[in-house]
């Protein structure tokens, strides 16, 4: 159990680090809320689903407090933060096929309802070419996230035990 805590505690804080940089390299913003987006999925490889939500919640609550501007805030609680958790409940045994289908069906669902939610106060320009972009960039946000868990399960978790 402390294992758990410490480890869980150190990938807490390297999230945190890189949301705070957020913050001090602001043209970088989704890089790191893409590689903050990365330490949920060691947390569920390691000790599971429970522990992955929690550790969400944790990072959700923490990275409030850090975030200076609130609507990136949002956009990483709704997209970044909880992707780990939905991709590893989608990638259960289905086929490849209904996986990308699910994915793709989330992102277009959370950024559709920031979109509603947010285009009263912010401008968000929106036509055909964003949304395909947004399509492509998302399928390569998953792939670079699989090739993660992959490296992590054959390189890197050999090394940290």
Do not use: H
């Not at 804080?13 to 949301?19: D, E, Y």
């Not at 055909?128 to 998302?138: D, E, G, N, P």
Request: charged share 10%; with cysteine; net charge positive.
């Amino acid at each position: 159990m402390s294992k758990n805590i410490s480890y869980s505690g150190i990938l807490l804080a390297i999230n945190i680090i890189l949301l705070i940089l957020c913050n001090i390299i602001p043209t970088n913003t989704m890089f790191f809320m893409i590689l903050a987006s990365l330490p949920v999925s060691v947390v569920i490889m390691e000790f599971g689903i429970k522990s992955g939500v929690v550790f969400c919640i944790a990072s959700a609550i923490l990275s409030f407090m850090v975030f200076v501007n609130k609507f990136e805030w949002l956009l990483y609680f709704t997209t970044f933060c909880v992707y780990g958790i939905i991709k590893y409940l989608i990638e259960k045994d289905r086929n490849v096929f209904l996986e990308y289908f699910l994915k793709i069906l989330y992102a277009n669902s959370s950024v559709g309802v920031l979109y509603f939610l947010l285009k009263d106060l912010i401008f968000i320009p929106m036509n055909v070419f964003i949304v395909l972009a947004f399509q492509v960039l998302f399928l390569i946000y998953d792939y670079i996230y699989s090739y993660f868990i992959d490296y992590y399960n054959l390189k890197f978790r050999k090394i940290l035990k």
